[in-house]
C-alpha cells in the first residue's frame, strides 16, 4: 500500500477509502481535454476498472490541452492512446477502451456495471443523455463543460437533481471548442475538479458534490458555487432519440442546411428553426410524434421550443451529426 499511502493518510479517506476506490467501476465519456486530468488522478488514485468511450482519433489541435496524448499519437484512437498511458501510469488500473459514440441507444449498455459516470464529452446532447439515463438507474453524474476561459462542474443524479434541474433551457448558441477556442489549463483546471469529485463520491467524503455546481471564470480568476438539493425536475423534458428509433409515421423535421448534410431520411422535411411557432407553421398530423434533428442538437431544442407552444403532441430530438 505504499504507492497509496499519502492519500490514506487524508483525513476521513483512510484504508476504508482506498479500498472503495479499488473496488469501483467507472465510465468516463470522452477522452479529451476534461478526461486527461480524469484519467490521470483517477488511475493514479488506484480506480479499479474505468470503462473509457470516445469515438475520435487523436488530432495536433488536441495536444495543447489533451496532455496524456504525445505527437506519437497523432490519428491513433484516443482511447487506445489514453488506455496504454494509463498502463504505464499505473497497470493495477484496468482500462476498458471503447472507440464509439454515446447515444441514447449505446447508453445503458456503456454505463451497465458501473457505480459512477463522469461526463467529460463536452458535447450538451451527451450530457443530457447521460443525466436522462443515469436518473433512471440512480447512477451519480460527474459533468463538466468549458469553452474559452469559462465552465462548470457538477454532481447529479444519484439521489441529486438531473442536469435538467439546472439547465433546463437552453441559450440560442452554444459554443465549441474548435468555434470559440479554449486554453488548456481552463479544461485541466475542470477536469481535475471533476476527478476530486469523483473521489468524494466513490470514498463517501463529506461534504458530498452531488447536488452542488462549482463555476469557474479563469480570465476573472473567479470561483463561483451553490447547492441544488431541492431544485425541481422541469415538467417538459424532451427527450433524445437515435437515428435507428426513427419511425416510418413520424413528422421529421431535419433542420441542418442542404450543403450541411443529406436528408436523416427521405420522408423527412428540411425546415429551418424559425418555421416553427406561428398558428399557420407546420406541424405534425395528429397521433404523429416530432421529431427535430440538427448536428448537434442546439437547433432542435429550440425548433421544439417554438412548436411546443401551438402543439401539445410529442416531441423528440436528434442529434444527428454532419
Not at 85 to 111: K, Q
Not at 254 to 277: K, N, Q
Amino acid at each position: 500500500m505504499s504507492r497509496y499511502a499519502r492519500q490514506i493518510a487524508v483525513p476521513g479517506f483512510g484504508a476504508q477509502g482506498q479500498e472503495s476506490l479499488e473496488a469501483a467501476r467507472v465510465l468516463v465519456v470522452g477522452a479529451g481535454g476534461l478526461a486527461a486530468p480524469v484519467l490521470q488522478y483517477l488511475a493514479g488514485a488506484g480506480i479499479g476498472f474505468i470503462r473509457l468511450v470516445d469515438p475520435d482519433c487523436v488530432d495536433e489541435t488536441n495536444l495543447h490541452r489533451q496532455t496524456i496524448f504525445r505527437a506519437d499519437d497523432l490519428g491513433r484512437p484516443k482511447v487506445a492512446a489514453a488506455a496504454a498511458a494509463m498502463h504505464r501510469l499505473n497497470p493495477a488500473c484496468r482500462i476498458e477502451p471503447d472507440e464509439a459514440a454515446l447515444d441514447p441507444e449505446t447508453a445503458p449498455g456503456f454505463c451497465d456495471g458501473v457505480n459512477l459516470v463522469l461526463d467529460c464529452a463536452d458535447s450538451f446532447a451527451v450530457s443530457y443523455i447521460l443525466s436522462d439515463h443515469c436518473m433512471t438507474r440512480d447512477l451519480p453524474l460527474i459533468s463538466a463543460s468549458v469553452t474559452q476561459m469559462a465552465g462548470y462542474a457538477g454532481g447529479f443524479c444519484g439521489g441529486a437533481p438531473s442536469l435538467r434541474a439546472i439547465f433546463p433551457d437552453l441559450p440560442q448558441r452554444m459554443g465549441s471548442c474548435a468555434e470559440d477556442g479554449v486554453l488548456g489549463p481552463v479544461v485541466g483546471l475542470l477536469g481535475s475538479l471533476q476527478a476530486q469529485m469523483a473521489l468524494a463520491v466513490l470514498t463517501g467524503l463529506q461534504p458530498s458534490p452531488l447536488g452542488r455546481l462549482v463555476s469557474c471564470d479563469a480570465g476573472g480568476m473567479r470561483f463561483g458555487g451553490f447547492r441544488f438539493d431541492n431544485a425541481p425536475e422541469p415538467e417538459w423534458q424532451p427527450a433524445f432519440i437515435s437515428p435507428s428509433a426513427l419511425q416510418d409515421h413520424d413528422f421529421i423535421v431535419d433542420l441542418r442546411d442542404h450543403d450541411e448534410a443529406d436528408l436523416i431520411r427521405e420522408s423527412a422535411v428540411r425546415l429551418p428553426v424559425e418555421a416553427f411557432g406561428t398558428p399557420a407553421g407546420p406541424r405534425p398530423a395528429p397521433g404523429q410524434r416530432a421529431v427535430m434533428c440538427c448536428r448537434s442538437g442546439l437547433r432542435s431544442w429550440q425548433a421544439a421550443e417554438r412548436l411546443r407552444q401551438v402543439w401539445d403532441g410529442e416531441i423528440v430530438l436528434l442529434a444527428a451529426g454532419d
